[in-house]
């Protein structure tokens, strides 16, 4: 009989393997049919979106949309020691992780048991009147409880799973596109604020000058007071500016510090803002461009598709669990007989477990899927309306801001003749020293805006690289294809 029993063990082995076979490649699926969302947009922006046609903001890599040498330093540094960037990668490897954990559920675990028991019957429960010692050994091959996937249950879970890691990929892309634009707009305020700072300085030394110039005319009453104060009152406003101007700089400084992840030293020299020339001319196509090239809407559309996959899994919960566990060794009385001929064991068991009253828990965990589901479709809805709304804000802008600083411009040059004159006039007594006083004023102010609204300009610009998706890759993808 022992002889007979070893050829059946493989057929069971060969049993299992055939239903965890049928159970992964012939379980349906209970997941609702996945169709995207139409996007709450319109079909085209409000805003000239014409731009060089052979620019592509998610194809144009960052180090030629940013040939400042200065800035593209910085933005290394940062995307190695970030630390938001350094906490979406960790969150990429734990959402690998558990679709890893998702799949091995798939198919069956396979382990190595082994057992030795040394047992004494007391003589009250032998048969013979008196007590003996029993041995047993067990080696052999287990298959614990493995769920036949005949409802999709375990596989929607895994998808759900996948879903949610390819979410997080995506979440990280978008996070590196926002830490491009953040380190270079912090850059930006930073020079805003060091030229500016720059102007101060000069602005208040020719200050400093006047009213000593001010003070020897007052003293041989060549000016009255009330002109003195006025060329000192300048002076402080030069001076409260220098201040102000010193504390801004140095917490754009920190703020840049904060996002590069560290103090970088041995950088090229800086750039003055009229000298960027960072890439202003980019189309921005069709606002359906925006689901393939924005990566927080691909992140919120695999969201959508975990949510929906998770409906599967708790539709299926409603169907009945089928479960098998087996085993296949030998075992003996003594050690040494493990191996000989006889003495192969084997067990098998399938399991069914049918849920009848749960007292509504299973009706609540669907209706929590799907919930979670419609949440999933707003949340993805309302990030392809932030992304349109981001484009379209930036094109706008940009008309008005290259018109802006070139009014600017003629506005400064206006002010800088204005000064000339009055400073002619004044010298010939026709002008009074509060006219050259508000004309200096005035072309202190004029100069602070000019700096301000190039600032502004190229804001605009790197805000609507990255809303187009720009800032993931280094180099233009056109130029990594010819090296």
Request: hydrophobic share 45%; net charge neutral.
């Amino acid at each position: 009989m022992a002889n007979l029993s070893m050829p059946r063990a493989p057929r069971l082995l060969q049993l299992c393997a055939a239903l965890a076979v049928a159970g992964v490649l012939g379980g349906c699926s209970l997941a609702p049919t996945y169709e995207r969302p139409a996007a709450p947009v319109e079909t085209a922006y409000p805003a000239d979106a014409a731009g060089n046609k052979e620019l592509d903001a998610v194809n144009l890599g960052w180090r030629q949309f940013f040939p400042d040498q200065r800035l593209q330093s910085l933005i290394v540094a940062a995307l190695e020691n970030n630390r938001d960037l350094r906490t979406a990668v960790l969150n990429i490897e734990e959402a690998r992780a558990q679709y890893q954990i998702a799949r091995a559920d798939l198919l069956p675990n396979l382990n190595v048991s082994g057992s030795a028991a040394r047992t004494r019957t007391a003589a009250s429960q032998s048969l013979t009147g008196q007590p003996f010692i029993s041995n047993s050994y067990q080696v052999g091959l287990a298959v614990p409880a493995y769920e036949l996937d005949f409802f999709g249950r375990v596989r929607n879970l895994k998808d759900a799973a996948l879903a949610t890691y390819l979410s997080t990929e995506e979440a990280k892309k978008s996070a590196q596109i926002s830490l491009v634009a953040q380190v270079a707009q912090a850059y930006l305020s930073e020079r805003s604020y060091a030229e500016q700072l720059l102007l101060a300085e000069q602005t208040l030394k020719s200050r400093e000058d006047d009213i000593q110039l001010a003070q020897k005319r007052f003293d041989v009453g060549a000016s009255s007071a009330l002109d003195f104060r006025l060329t000192q009152t300048l002076v402080e406003s030069a001076r409260i500016a220098k201040a102000q101007l010193e504390r801004q700089r140095a917490q754009a400084e920190n703020a840049l510090t904060l996002l590069v992840g560290k103090k970088v030293s041995d950088l090229p020299p800086a750039q003055l803002l009229s000298d960027e020339k960072i890439v202003t001319d980019i189309p921005a196509g069709l606002p359906s461009d925006l689901l393939t090239n924005r990566p927080d809407i691909r992140s919120a559309e695999q969201s959508l598709l975990a949510a929906n996959a998770n409906i599967g899994a708790a539709r299926a919960a409603f169907f009945p669990s089928i479960s098998l566990t087996g085993n296949f060794g030998t075992a003996s009385s003594t050690l040494g007989g493990l191996f000989e001929s006889g003495s192969g064991a084997w067990s098998f068991g399938p399991s069914l477990s049918l849920p009848i009253f749960d007292f509504g828990r299973n009706s609540a965990n669907l209706d929590l899927a799907e919930v979670r589901k419609n949440k999933a479709v707003v949340t993805y809805e309302k990030t392809i309306q932030t992304a349109f709304r981001e484009v379209a804000d930036a094109l706008v802008a940009r008309g008005s801001l290259d018109d802006q600083v070139k009014a600017q411009e003629a506005f400064l040059n206006a002010q800088q003749e204005r000064l000339k004159l009055t400073d002619l006039r004044f010298k010939n007594g026709i002008a009074s020293s509060l006219d050259q006083l508000d004309a200096q004023r005035d072309l202190f102010s004029a100069q602070q805006a000019l700096i301000q609204a190039r600032q502004l300009r190229l804001n605009n610009a790197i805000d609507l690289y990255k809303a187009l998706g720009g800032g993931l890759n280094e180099n233009s993808v056109s130029l990594a294809v010819k090296q």
